[in-house]
């Protein structure tokens, strides 16, 4: 693996990101699904949280994992178009475009939170994501959130 | 006859059923009297299925045949009481001036013209070529995605009437399956509008994709504020969408409630072990 210096958050060879992926139940779920039944490998720092379609994706939700401790966070689609409930991935992209305006306002790379739009065939593409998700993130080092804080004289949960 | 006639702005699409109609046009005047001589100008026959026996017996019965090109198409003039059509013959590649008695026009089939307004009045989508549009084009093709509506026959787009009369019955079926309950079951996964909350500023009314969230007078809202939104069980999808856009997180989805999906991790519970699953997904770790 290529090292990359910049940001050098220390061990970066042996950081293991913590990535949570909201998939919807529909193509989302199915490309989960296709890529179990054709055994492609993918890696297993990614924890899945279902939901009935993107569109519910909530910058809550996706704020929260951050603060809980991911590295990463990313959103698997159906693809545009072909979302189950006609346009909830679209607003979900919206949704996560904006939460990655937030993330960068308080310092953390937007690049930590993505989107992927496949169809429920698409098991390699699903593989692939999370992957490149793991790579970026990998690349990238811990959440600036698992800094210790430089000010604060104690540390707030929650 | 004259195929794919069409004046500038008409719709530009096959309607499917002219060629078959205007085969059986005249293979029945061919029947009445043989000596008649009947020429279609066409683009292209699309006569699918067995019907294509039609083309094979219009043949047989000396009904004959032009090409035109979309370039070239048939002009028709007037001529003391008759009409002359000059049209340019694709595979002899040479001009014709024919004289009618008749000339018969297929023009295209469009939406009748109420279509717009009543999708607009009962929330329902049109294709680009402004029909309806079904749920799904394999899978359920005389739904729509709004539950309760049904649609069938050239509502949807221009068939034959064997075809309007199977995606009748199959409408029909559909539509049984509502009427012969004395209850329906919806799905569990439904949106939920706690008016307390809820301080009517039409978010959900304008994002749900399928158009169900109401505001009604009768649930006063927030601070008794004059009316709140009403989210129809038996309508709603549950896609979600309002949940996440309502500023006042006023909705939930029930099982997908805010509680199930993020769980804050807080106090002491964050420096122990005891997890719970959705937790740990979201990155909580001991
Ligand atoms: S979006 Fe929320 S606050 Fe606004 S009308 Fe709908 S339920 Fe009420
Ligand atoms: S959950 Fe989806 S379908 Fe149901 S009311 Fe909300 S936006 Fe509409
Ligand atoms: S159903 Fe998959 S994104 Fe909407």
């Keep these: ?29 199915m490309a989960a ?50 979302c189950h409930h006609v346009r909830g991935n679209e607003r979900g992209y919206a949704r996560v475009q904006r939460a990655r305006q937030m993330l960068e306002a308080v310092g953390i790379e937007g690049e930590r939170l993505d989107m992927f739009f496949m169809s429920g065939g698409q098991g390699a593409t699903f593989a692939l994501a999370a992957q490149q998700m793991v790579d970026r993130i990998r690349r990238l080092g811990p959440s600036p959130l698992k800094q210790p804080a430089r000010a604060a004289p104690e540390q707030h949960h929650g | 006859m004259i195929q794919c006639v069409r004046p500038p702005g008409a719709p530009d699409y096959c309607s499917r059923t002219c060629c078959t109609n205007t085969l059986k046009n005249a293979i029945r005047l061919k029947m009445l009297n ?20 039609f083309y094979t017996e219009a043949r047989r019965r000396g009904v004959i045949f032009m090409r035109y090109t979309e370039e070239q198409p048939p002009r028709v003039v007037p001529d003391n009481g008759r009409l002359r059509v000059h049209v340019t013959d694709l595979s002899l590649k040479r001009p014709f001036e024919l004289v009618a008695d008749r ?3 297929s023009m295209s089939i469009a939406p009748a013209e109420e279509t717009a307004s009543l999708a607009r009045l009962l929330q329902l989508p049109l294709s680009p070529e402004g029909f309806f549009m079904e749920a799904h084009l394999k899978m359920r093709p005389m739904d729509f995605m709004q539950e309760g509506v049904f649609l069938c026959g050239m509502a949807h787009y221009p068939k034959f009437i064997e075809e309007s009369i199977s995606h009748a019955l199959a ?11 004395e209850t329906l079951h919806v799905g569990g996964v439904v949106a939920v509008v706690d008016p307390e909350q809820c301080v009517g500023c039409l978010t959900c009314v304008r994002t749900c994709p399928f158009g169900i969230p109401t505001i009604r007078n009768d649930r006063p809202g927030v601070g008794g504020l004059g009316g709140s939104a009403y989210i129809e ?36 519970w964050a420096h122990g072990s005891h997890l719970t699953r959705r937790q740990w997904s979201l990155g909580a770790r001991p």
């Design chain 1, 1 to 29: 693996m290529s090292v990359t210096p910049e940001p050098d958050r220390d061990n970066h060879n042996t950081f293991e990101p913590q990535i949570t992926a909201f998939y919807c139940i529909y193509c989302g779920y």
């Design chain 1, 33 to 82: 699904d296709t890529a179990g039944v054709l055994r492609l490998q993918y890696p297993a720092n990614v924890t899945f949280v279902r939901l009935p379609c993107t569109g519910k994706t909530d910058i809550r939700y996706i704020l929260q994992a951050f603060e809980q401790g991911a590295d990463g966070v990313y959103v698997v689609a159906c693809p545009v178009g072909n």
């Design chain 2, 34 to 53: 043989p000596q008649c001589q009947v020429i279609v100008l066409y683009k292209n026959i699309v006569t699918y299925g067995f019907r294509e026996q």
């Design chain 2, 103 to 105: 000339v018969v026009l």
């Design chain 2, 171 to 181: 409408a029909a079926g559909r539509a049984l399956q509502v009427l012969s309950r």
């Design chain 2, 233 to 268: 069980p038996s309508l709603c999808q549950g896609c979600g969408t309002c949940t996440a856009e309502c500023p006042a997180n006023a909705i939930q989805l029930l099982n997908y409630l805010d509680v199930q999906i993020v769980q804050p991790v807080q106090g002491d």
